[in-house]
Structure formats: structure tokens, C-alpha cells
């Protein structure tokens, strides 16, 4: 069981605590989903290997991470808080405002620096996200950009 291969997820679930939003919205969680199921890497340390299937959920504005096997034994339940990732996520979105409306009106040149910015607030996002994991669930950088989307996306109502 210990191969590379099977630390990965396999499925991932947005719980009904998340709530639902607008179609657009719901539609970018979706992409979300796929990206990251397609492509991952995901270790709950301390455990043989998986693959896994993981819940998110909020609990008391809590992030709430329900490691499962694919069989749907427990592997792990971990909560974090969502304080460190409001400013981000809310420095994301504005910037995120100021990309769109760059893409009908600026320049290449500032658009390509309003892009650098984003993907630099991502970056800190996925980061603080591996932080808040470490010695918990370890998984590559990618895996961790595409988590932290989702988790932007809980925010994100439409």
C-alpha cells in the first residue's frame, strides 16, 4: 500500500455546512474539485497510504479537514482556524476585482503585473495553508494551490 500513488486524494466533498452559492460560483468549485482530484499529492502522516477521500466542512468558522480512506475508514480529522487566511483571501478577491477589470482596459504589461500580484497572494495563501498542515498532512506545492482555491472558494458567494 505504501506506493507514491496511493498518496493522493481520490475524492474530495464540500459538506453542506459550506452552503451553496450562485451557479458561477458553484461552477468554480467544481473546476476546483477536478484540478485537484486530477492532480495531487496528499500524505496524512503516520498513515500506510490511501488513496483518500477528504470532507471539508466549517464548523463554528472553523475549517474542518475528514480524512477517509477510499473504503471510508477515518484517517484523520483536522480544524483550523480561518483567521490567518481572511486577509489573504480578501487581499486575493480585491486583487482578483482589479485583474478582471484590467483584462477589459489595461495595458499587457499591467496586466501581466496585476497576474504577477494574484498569483504572489496565492502563493502566500497556499503557503500558510502548508504551514497550518505541517506535521499533519504533508502534500507538494501544487496540491497545496489548488486546496488553498477551494478555500477561497468557500468565501466566495458570487
Known sequence: MGTKGSFRLC????DDTIGRATPDVEHE??????DLIEENTFEPIGHAGGPYRLNI???DSKL?????TEAG???????LSLTPFRRIVKDYFLICESYYQAIRSATPSQIEAIDMGRR???NEGSQ???DRLSGKI?????????????VCVLYWRG
Do not use: P
Not at 73 to 79: F, L, P, R, W
Open 11 to 14: 475524492d474530495v466533498v464540500l
Open 29 to 34: 468549485r467544481a473546476v476546483a474539485i477536478f
Open 57 to 59: 466542512s466549517l464548523l
Open 64 to 68: 474542518v479537514f475528514t480524512v477517509r
Open 73 to 79: 475508514e477515518d484517517v484523520a480529522t483536522h480544524i
Open 120 to 122: 504572489g497572494i496565492h
Open 128 to 130: 500558510t495553508l502548508v
Open 138 to 150: 504533508k502534500f507538494d506545492f501544487d496540491t497545496a494551490r489548488r486546496l488553498f482555491t477551494l
